[in-house]
């Protein structure tokens, strides 16, 4: 595997489910991302991990919860979702934080909340 | 105010023609500006980034930036079929972790 890779690409979840998002990056970046984006809006940075300590939490709602066990995974554990949390959530890794042209994106979690 | 402007298009052009890709933005504090390549169902990647004004040239690809009207261009010379995607404009400060990205356009080239 290379680059960054999430899991799963596809994800349909209840209102009242638990589930989790995965990312690895496999480039030794030290700084990893979450963003959500969604139709016709720019993308909405969620979390911000340097060195598996958060630096960044953008007023996420707690039912978004992020998690960061060493510096190549990175997981967003999700519960009691609203339907408008429906959208493209994007992990990305950098470097290290603050450096805008190394930031490389995986292919997202496509997210339905029914 | 937003702080980043991006027309969503979507702008469909012939193949071989001229793209002209732009964001404005508010924020005079922005320092690097970056333009993303979307396509469908994968993550952005990094097309080109500048730091402060000027332009910045890579093939096919020019990127300018005029902080004093705060207007960022993309330019794609001999636009390729390939080229259809959606592109995002994205802006930081010299401090600070916080990128801001524009909607983002969509373009098709159509062969």
């Known amino acids: ?114 | 105010q937003k702080e980043v402007e991006q027309d969503p298009g979507p702008l469909s052009v012939p193949e071989g023609a001229i793209v002209s890709l732009n964001c404005t933005y508010s924020n005079s504090a922005f320092q690097y500006f970056m333009w993303y390549r979307q396509y469908s169902r994968k993550g952005p990647e990094l097309l080109m980034y500048t730091y402060s004004s000027g332009n910045k040239e890579d093939g096919r690809f020019t990127a300018q930036v005029d902080k004093s009207s705060k207007y960022i261009s993309l330019f794609i010379r001999d636009s390729q079929p390939s080229d259809s995607a959606t592109y995002l404009c994205a802006m930081l400060p010299n401090t600070g972790n916080q990128f801001y990205f524009g909607t983002g356009t969509s373009l098709t080239v159509i062969p």
């Open chain 1, 1 to 114: 595997e290379t680059g960054v890779t999430q899991t799963p690409r596809h994800l349909v979840m209840g209102m009242t489910n638990k589930k989790s998002l995965k990312c690895e990056q496999h480039l030794g970046h030290n700084a990893m991302y979450w963003y959500k984006q969604s139709a016709k809006k720019p993308l909405e940075l969620m979390f911000v991990y340097s060195l598996e300590e958060r630096v960044e939490n953008n007023s996420v709602p707690s039912r978004f919860s992020p998690e960061c066990p060493n510096s190549s995974h990175l997981f967003l554990h999700l519960h009691t979702l609203q339907p408008e949390d429906s959208a493209l959530y994007l992990c990305a890794s950098s470097q290290a934080v603050g450096q805008p042209y190394e930031q490389y994106f995986g292919p997202g979690t496509r997210l339905t909340v029914t």
